[in-house]
Nanobody, 120 residues
């Protein structure tokens, strides 16, 4: 069974940095795209950053220039380096992967979420 396990959330002050990690485990044939969404209280879940198998990236306008997505393909792991954090970045961050498992068709998988709080 495929699992996405996130780590690295926490509480920081404005201007500080955090690095999130997400590792995909299980019988995986290929990972087509992997990235991060976030959901703040009372708001819809939104895309933060996505990295495709071919190396293309997509960032939300609100995080461009501050967040960087990267990966370690050998470890099926994606990272989100978050710099110059702002209070409006406070949310639960969810790892997302569109992948092909050994046992079935390509589909979306989600992590359990990790809390990021930015407050002075």
């Amino acid at each position: 069974q495929v699992q996405l396990v996130e780590s690295g959330g926490g509480s920081v002050q404005p201007g500080e940095s955090l690095r999130l990690s997400c590792a995909a485990s299980g019988r995986i044939v290929s990972i087509n795209a992997m990235g991060w969404y976030r959901q703040a209280p009372g708001k819809q879940r939104e895309l933060v950053a996505m990295l495709t198998r071919g190396g293309s990236t997509n960032y939300a306008d609100s995080v461009k220039g501050r967040f960087t997505i990267s990966r370690d393909s050998a470890k099926n792991t994606v990272y989100l380096q978050m710099d110059s954090l702002k209070p409006e970045d406070t949310a639960i961050y969810y790892c997302n992967a569109y992948l092909t498992p050994l046992s079935g068709w390509s589909s979306n998988y989600w992590g359990q979420g990790t809390q990021v709080t930015v407050s002075s």
